[in-house]
């Protein structure tokens, strides 16, 4: 029945065509509502500002970084622990200062955040490939299957991600004591993406348990649609919206867990540092007084982790029908 | 009888509602069963309409779900052209039968899938079934098929979230028209709609179904869209038909209390001022239905029997009513 | 009407600022009832009929707001009052029904407590007059047992009930006036007809006056006086209720009454009226009926019909229809 009660703007106006994101041209995009309110909210635009620069410095640390810090070559011993270029004592040419092996620490950022931009992303990609399947799963199969999976969720969610992911990372090494590096970032993409598909599966299975009773499923069932496919192509494309906004807020959480295990030392090897590992080489000097070879790569974290939380904030917002 | 396209007997199905199997043990809970439908049969004959009426819970949806096999049933038999449709739908002929029935929904707004173009959605039945060897004559088909509900074939670009009510509910016919079945089950079809676009729908479906010989199951809890649209109409009461009979005997004669009853209830703006006997109680919980005929307590002629018998449906001068009180000639 | 009407409505504005432009949601409404009145608003949705019942209440979500006109309730003007006041009255002297009862009662407290809260916040009543009062309310509204079901949850109340429930709620003040938005579309109809007879007792008992919004002209012809019909932000047609259902002369209403299907009679094809009713966005000018108007001259399409005695009724049209011609 034609819907009465509360007045709103939706009766009023009649719903001007929202287009989302994955739906019109490009063009449609930029008029739509979620173009607009990226315009006019400032922290939104200078958080992907700031996400935008560490990208860029990341993909072209090889263009942009002042120095190569791995190339042994262009080291000099003599220029190590160098502070920044506005201390007494530093140099322009090492804007941030060097670290104990005369690396500038600018550029091992760059290549650092690289790595930890990587790493985060490969495990997040992960996480969305293993837990948007089990949630479709659950959802759409129900009873026992749902049950199930639901129960691994409850039984991973008790072990803090952390412990889970030290437990991989050692399980790994073991078995392949003497594997080559590619090896052990698989391993770490492993272990960091295992600690993050619950959050992925739990919520694309309340979507789907709401998508699966709509009508234009039941109306692919009477045509004879099998239920794999129902799955992929009616019920998939329309719960990924809370999707995004998880994944954009995870990379954050992604890159930290990988800072911390790198800490540790059980992250990534040593020859490709992350800033999690330039936070720990870093740590040795703190209490000497060369503090920026641990504040800089600390304050980079803080950085891209703050950004990109901030957009994953926005994006939730912008994202969530406004208008009741 | 072979000329009724579709023939149901004796179908039932039961929910199984319980509480969690925990809470059953701890707090001593029964299980809890929903007779949503309880022993239906009818018969529809080629090209007519058969109307399902009822209020909330009666279970007129469920049987539309039963007869497109969305749901299994509990009991009973859905006959088509004379094969159990249960056993077609498990085996190698499911897809040839799917092809001659299809289904209309009753919400405009969730009956399409707001990511789909229009195309996709008109041309998914032609494609999963192999109707259509390449897109173009996907495109052609479903150009026809807009036309054919009075939509414009450029309006397959578009995404649903563009049209009315009106227009998503045309597409959602042109969709099930896509197969050319020759039965299609219609759930309240026009009861999102305003008034006059519910004029412009029925009128679509009437000649649709004069043009192509479509036989109709039309379910609708509003009285007067049924008197408009069916051949034939049956009552139905927590999951029982109460009465079942030709359109033109159910509104000038009816014979059940509850038929009676809804008669009286609806509010027909030709007779204004009307004074009417407002109905007693509502609509009992369909987990604990009463006992025997399943309206005695609402019943102005219930006496004993009606508590501890339920009433057959039996013939009685031409329509069919599970009543004992017609039965027994104390029905006025 | 001798005395003064209950409720004026004059010249009523209604507008939605939106980034793209301001949307004007009620053109031009006018309109009043009078004590012991039931007046329907009826219309398509997007008419703008749920949006005067806002208006009237002071329920307008934001950013709509009022633009132009006034209301008047009992001869004081309610439409620009500050917050507070306004609440004060919103529950003394004007009561709501929506549409959906699960919504309206809050499902944590009891239905007496809900009762006794109104009752206690307009009324000078003690906490146990107050008790009594609310017992005698759900009686009056028809539910069986009420010193029992006074202390009962939402929840435990069927649908039927649980709207005599909110019913029992908005005349716990003694309201003047009670606005109610659809207040049976989400019954059975074997329910609908007994909340009917409550308004309608209601109406007669206590002399209050009944702003019924729906789009079921059939609870309209059973329940109402007069009634307008409401086409995109404007009123059609206005008038007694048997004059506009038998004799109306705006060709929507017409249009309107020819497509419902009746049950006295037998008809192959309902009248249909071509196209759809205009998105705010995309109002025609002039009449905004004229794109879909079988009777439309260019007068139609320049200038804005203002609302005339026809015949029984008033209707807003520049070629009113004879009586009966297109049924």
């Known amino acids: 029945m034609p819907s009465g009660g509360r007045a709103s703007l939706t009766m009023a106006v009649d719903a001007d065509p929202k287009p989302t994101a994955s739906a019109s041209a490009l063009r449609g995009f930029f008029d739509g509502d979620v173009w607009h309110s990226f315009r006019t909210s400032p922290v939104a635009m200078l958080a992907a500002f700031i996400v935008l620069v560490c990208f860029v410095c990341a993909l072209f640390a090889e263009i942009v970084a002042p120095h190569n810090p791995f190339d042994l070559a262009t080291l000099e011993l003599l220029d190590s622990l160098k502070p920044p270029a506005w201390v007494e004592g530093g ?111 739990r919520t694309v299975r309340g979507s789907t348990l709401v998508e699966r009773n709509k009508e234009y499923v039941q109306a692919a069932r009477v045509i004879g649609v099998g239920p794999l496919r129902i799955m992929r192509r009616h019920v998939l494309p329309n719960v990924l ?21 790198s800490f540790l030392g059980v992250g990534v090897p040593a020859t490709s540092p992350s800033l999690g590992t330039l936070i720990r080489n870093g740590n040795d000097y703190l209490f000497s007084g060369e503090w920026w070879i641990t504040a800089w790569p600390s304050l980079t974290l803080v950085l891209i982790t703050l950004s990109v939380n901030l957009l994953g904030d926005w994006l939730r917002d912008a994202l969530n029908p406004r208008l009741r | 009888m072979s000329t009724h396209l579709v023939e149901v007997q004796d179908l039932a199905k039961i929910f199984d509602v319980s509480p969690p199997w925990l ?21 529809i004959e080629r090209g007519r309409t058969l109307a399902l009426v009822g209020e909330s819970g009666c279970g007129k949806s469920t049987v539309a779900r039963l007869l497109v096999g969305l749901y299994g049933a509990t009991r009973g038999a859905v006959r088509f052209d004379g094969e159990d449709i249960a056993k077609t739908l498990g085996g190698s ?65 578009k995404f649903p979230h563009q049209f009315s009510g009106g227009q998503r509910q045309r ?17 309240e079809p026009t009861s999102a709609l305003d008034v006059s676009v519910q004029a412009q729908v029925l009128n679509i479906m009437k000649d649709l179904q004069r043009e192509r010989g479509l036989t109709y199951l039309f379910i609708s809890h509003n009285l007067a869209v049924v008197r408009h649209v069916a051949d034939q109409v049956g009552v139905m009461y927590l999951g029982r038909l109460v009465e079942v009979a030709d359109k033109a005997k159910l509104f000038s004669t009816p014979r059940h209390p509850y ?35 399943s309206f ?37 | 009407m001798t005395a003064a009407p209950l409720l004026e409505v004059s010249h009523l504005r209604v507008e939605f600022p939106t980034r793209r432009g301001t949307l004007l949601a009620l053109d031009d409404i006018s309109f009043s009832i009078a004590s012991g009145e039931i007046l329907g608003v009826v219309g398509e949705s997007g008419a703008g009929k749920s949006l005067t019942g806002a208006a009237i209440i002071g329920l307008l979500d934001p950013p709509g707001r009022i633009a132009a006109g006034e209301i008047k309730l009992t001869g004081r003007r309610i ?35 809900q009762l006794i809260e109104t009752i206690t916040t307009h009324l000078d009543l003690s906490a146990t007059q107050a008790r009594v009062r609310a017992i005698e309310l759900l009686a009056s509204t028809g539910i069986p047992a009420p010193e029992a079901r006074v202390d009962h949850f939402p929840h435990q109340f069927s649908g039927g009930m649980r709207q005599r429930v909110v019913i029992a709620l908005a005349l716990a003040a003694n309201p003047r006036l009670i606005v109610a938005d659809e207040p049976t579309t989400a019954l059975d109809v074997s329910i609908q007809a007994q909340i009917i007879a409550l308004l309608k007792k209601v109406c007669r008992e206590q002399g209050a006056a009944v702003m019924l919004v729906t789009h079921d002209m059939g609870v309209i012809a059973e329940t109402c006086d007069r009634v307008a019909v409401m086409y995109a932000g404007r009123i059609a047609e206005i008038g007694p209720v048997a004059d506009v259902i038998h004799r109306p002369a705006h060709p929507y209403t017409v249009g309107l009454m020819g497509s419902i299907p009746a049950m006295d009679e037998d008809r192959e094809r309902l009248l249909q009226i071509d196209g759809a009713m205009p998105r705010l966005t995309a109002i025609p000018p002039g009449c905004a009926f004229n794109p879909r108007c079988p009777h439309a001259v260019d007068r139609c399409r320049a200038e804005r019909p203002e609302i005339a005695e026809v015949g029984a009724t008033h209707a807003a049209c520049w070629q009113p229809v004879a009586v009966e011609a297109l049924r």
């Open chain 1, 241 to 261: 919206g809370p999707v995004l906004v998880l994944a954009t807020i995870q990379i954050a959480s992604a890159i930290i867990t990988e800072a911390t295990l």
């Open chain 2, 171 to 187: 597409i959602s016919i042109a969709r099930a028209l896509a197969t050319q079945p020759e039965f299609l089950v219609c759930d």
């Open chain 2, 93 to 157: 002929g499911a897809q040839k039968l799917r092809r001659r029935m299809q289904m209309i929904f009753q919400d405009p707004y969730a009956s399409l899938n707001p990511r789909w173009k229009v195309l996709d959605i008109v041309a998914e039945p032609l494609r999963e079934h192999g109707l259509v060897k390449d897109a173009a004559e996907a495109r052609r088909r479903v150009a026809e098929l807009l036309s054919s509900v009075g939509l414009n074939p450029a309006d397959a670009e």
């Open chain 3, 79 to 113: 439409d620009n009052l500050p917050y507070e006041q306004m609440r004060r009255i919103r529950g003394k002297e004007i009561g709501a029904v929506f549409q959906d009862p699960l919504t309206s009662l809050n499902p944590l407290y009891t239905v007496g407590r």
């Open chain 2, 23 to 43: 809470n059953r043990v701890v707090e001593r809970k029964p299980k809890a069963f929903v007779h949503a439908v309880d022993g239906v049969s009818f018969g």
């Open chain 2, 259 to 293: 038929t009676r009853m809804l008669l009286d209830a609806i509010p027909d703006i030709h007779m204004t001022g009307r004074a009417r006997t407002p109905v007693q109680g509502e609509v009992p919980n369909p987990l604990n239905p009463p006992s025997g005929c």
């Open chain 2, 296 to 332: 005695h307590p609402r019943c102005p002629l219930a006496n004993a029997r009606c508590k501890a018998e339920r009433p057959a449906l039996l013939e009685f001068k031409g329509v069919r009513v599970a009543c004992h009180a017609v039965e027994e000639g104390r029905a006025a």
């Open chain 1, 91 to 201: 140099e322009a040419k090492y804007s941030l200062g060097t670290d104990g092996q005369g690396r500038d620490i600018l550029s091992a950022l760059m290549y650092g955040a690289r790595i930890s931009l990587l790493v985060g992303i490969a495990s997040v990609l992960l996480s969305i490939l293993i837990g948007v399947s089990l949630g479709l799963l659950a959802g759409f199969l129900g009873g026992r299957t749902d049950a199930f999976i639901m129960r691994i969720c409850d039984v991973m969610l008790s072990f803090p991600s952390i412990l889970v992911a030290l437990m991989i990372s050692g399980i790994g090494r073991s078995l392949f004591p003497h594997a080559p590096d590619m090896l052990a970032f698989v391993v770490l993409v492993l272990a960091i993406a295992l600690t993050g598909w619950v959050q992925y599966a």
